[in-house]
């Protein structure tokens, strides 16, 4: 019989057997049976002798196996529930109604946090989901990492579609001793870049100076992007031991180290860089008494010198801002915040700010002041450059800016920021408020959540259509107390509509309130079904 190649019979098969008949020792199955029969007859044949054909390759080597985790499984209605959550990847609609159901993909963050803090390690079984739902959604990986432990970075190394892991944060990964130096030195030498910022990380909380040598051991070798993460991982409790360090990272060939570094010294009030910006910055701004009443003036300075180059002053202003105004902005935000009183005749910080500004400097200065309050976690200047929440945001006493007063509501405790916040929707309601919201503790203080609702309730009332606050909406669904959701169920009726309403805005708020109470309801039960699960009583003997 002649040889049919396999080629031959998929040329046969594209061009069809009318116009490429199969070759002529191709045989029929049968008398009388048609071409395309012979043809697949052939096929099948080829198909068999191939498969019969093939050696086996060698075998590769099994991976290591996967570490172990000591952490407790969640109960098994939480594991459903996850299951349930990474396999809705609808998300909601792009526009339109949204309807009365949750959002699920909303949800699962607060899954994982919550699991987290009850100190729960993933299933095994969810770990591909998990990862998959990580690489989507780069707003869950911090959780889905801590939460997937050492035995998802394991898997990770086995798909490249999760290498993200590899490269992320370091939660779950499984650390040597920081007493033991050996294995602290292997792992600092091979290990991945998240493991080497874990091992960092463990290390200055177990013994500062041999982790600033650690460190120090490698950092003329390390990539400039790298060096910029080491040292921005310092942030996490940064102390005047990492002085020396960072005074020699102050010379680094990379000008975001330099910049960072300088950063970073700024928030320790008794290092040597923060004496000499404090110098720099006290020349340009002062006291004057001459007038009727005092006055704080403001000399920036004329040029921008090696040594201010060197603690980290960019020279260069952005498109649009004048050299010396961009240069006392760096100085003051730069300075401790401890040099103004006994600068500006021992006032307070709420005095100081209060005071007149010469020449139309107080919007710089004052926007120096904020950056400087923000980086030095100061709540006292915090205070007095928010001031009353009932203040106008346009004649506020320290920026007008919502995103400047978000930074410096951060650094308040969280009962005192959310009634800051409560106040301000009270007098200034929703629309100024969607940034400030964002920096609660979660779930939001009673006063908070009690103002957001009632803000939400006026909206309605005035017969507007909801979606221009989306925004706040889907926050009080992550944000409000689950327990609230029973006194909002009065908020899920139709309401008349007002003269003038916009037309079936009553419907579009009854979804709203609806949605938000489904989710309340639903957050509650995921956070009950989490709760550990008691042992069963031992039995009487």
């Known amino acids: 019989m002649t040889t049919t190649t396999w080629e031959d019979l998929v040329t046969s098969a594209l061009l069809g057997t009318d116009r490429r008949p199969p070759a002529a020792g191709v045989p029929a199955r049968s008398a009388g049976e048609d071409a395309p029969l012979a043809l697949?007859?052939?096929?099948?044949?080829?198909?068999?002798?191939?498969?019969?054909?093939?050696?086996?390759?060698?075998?590769?080597?099994?991976?290591?196996?996967?570490?172990?985790?000591?952490?407790?499984?969640?109960?098994?209605?939480?594991?459903?529930?996850?299951?349930?959550?990474?396999?809705?990847?609808?998300?909601?609609?792009?526009?339109?109604?949204?309807?009365?159901?949750?959002d699920l993909t909303e949800l699962l963050p607060q899954w994982l946090s919550a699991a987290n803090a009850h100190g729960y390690r993933a299933p095994a079984s969810v770990l591909p989901a998990l990862l998959d739902a990580a690489r989507a959604r780069t707003d869950l990986r911090p959780a889905a990492l801590t939460f997937a432990g050492?035995?998802?970075?394991?898997?990770?190394?086995?798909?490249?579609?999760?290498?993200?892991?590899?490269?992320?944060?370091?939660?779950?990964?499984?650390?040597?001793?920081?007493?033991?130096?050996?294995?602290?030195?292997?792992?600092w030498d091979e290990g991945l870049f998240a493991e080497r910022v874990a091992l960092l990380g463990a290390v200055r909380a177990h013994d500062p100076d041999t982790a600033a040598a650690l460190l120090a051991s490698t950092w003329s070798t390390e990539r400039a992007e790298d060096r910029l993460m080491f040292l921005d991982s310092l942030r996490t409790g940064l102390s005047d031991a990492d002085e020396p360090f960072l005074e020699q990272a102050l010379t680094d060939r990379s000008r975001n180290v330099r910049s960072t570094a300088a950063e970073l010294l700024s928030a320790l009030p008794r290092s040597a860089f923060a004496r000499r910006m404090a110098a720099r910055a006290a020349t340009c701004v002062g006291l004057d008494r001459t007038g009727p009443e005092a006055t704080v003036t403001v000399e920036a300075p004329h040029e921008c010198d090696a040594g201010m180059q060197r603690d980290g002053v960019q020279p260069d202003?952005?498109?649009?801002?004048?050299?010396?105004?961009?240069?006392?902005?760096?100085?003051?935000?730069?300075?401790?915040?401890?040099?103004?009183?006994?600068?500006?005749?021992?006032?307070?910080?709420?005095?100081?700010?209060?005071?007149?500004?010469?020449?139309?400097?107080?919007?710089?200065?004052?926007?120096?002041?904020?950056?400087?309050?923000?980086?030095q976690r100061d709540p006292d200047w915090a205070r007095a450059l928010l001031g009353p929440p009932t203040t106008p945001p346009a004649t506020g006493p320290g920026t007008s800016s919502l995103a400047e007063r978000s930074k410096l509501l951060s650094i308040l405790p969280d009962a005192e920021r959310a009634l800051w916040v409560a106040d301000f929707i009270a007098a200034h309601g929703?629309?100024?408020?969607?940034?400030?919201?964002?920096?609660?503790?979660?779930?939001?203080?009673e006063p908070l959540g009690r103002a957001v609702v009632d803000a939400l309730d006026i909206a309605r009332d005035a017969g507007s259509y909801p979606w221009s606050f989306s925004g706040v909406m889907g926050l009080a669904e992550r944000c409000l107390d689950p327990g609230q959701a029973d006194r909002l169920e009065v908020l899920t009726a139709v309401p008349d509509e007002p003269e003038g309403a916009s037309p079936g805005a009553g419907g579009y708020w009854s979804e709203a309130f609806q949605r938000l109470v489904a989710t309340l309801r639903l957050r509650a039960a995921m956070h009950a079904e989490l709760l550990p699960v008691a042992p069963p009583p031992s039995p009487r003997t």
């Open 317 to 375: 202003p952005p498109p649009g801002r004048g050299e010396r105004s961009w240069w006392l902005g760096q100085l003051v935000e730069a300075a401790p915040l401890t040099v103004w009183p006994a600068r500006l005749g021992g006032r307070t910080p709420t005095d100081i700010v209060a005071l007149p500004v010469a020449d139309d400097w107080g919007d710089e200065l004052h926007a120096a002041w904020c950056r400087a309050a923000v980086r």
């Open 150 to 187: 050492p035995r998802g970075l394991w898997l990770a190394r086995l798909n490249p579609e999760w290498r993200y892991a590899l490269r992320g944060a370091p939660g779950g990964t499984a650390l040597p001793d920081p007493a033991d130096a050996e294995a602290v030195r292997d792992l």
């Open 430 to 445: 929703l629309s100024e408020a969607f940034q400030l919201l964002g920096v609660c503790a979660v779930p939001w203080a």
């Open 40 to 102: 697949l007859d052939a096929a099948a044949l080829h198909t068999v002798r191939r498969r019969a054909g093939l050696l086996p390759g060698p075998a590769a080597a099994l991976p290591e196996p996967a570490p172990d985790d000591e952490r407790p499984v969640p109960p098994e209605p939480a594991r459903r529930r996850l299951a349930h959550l990474l396999a809705d990847r609808s998300g909601s609609p792009s526009g339109g109604r949204r309807g009365a159901a949750p």
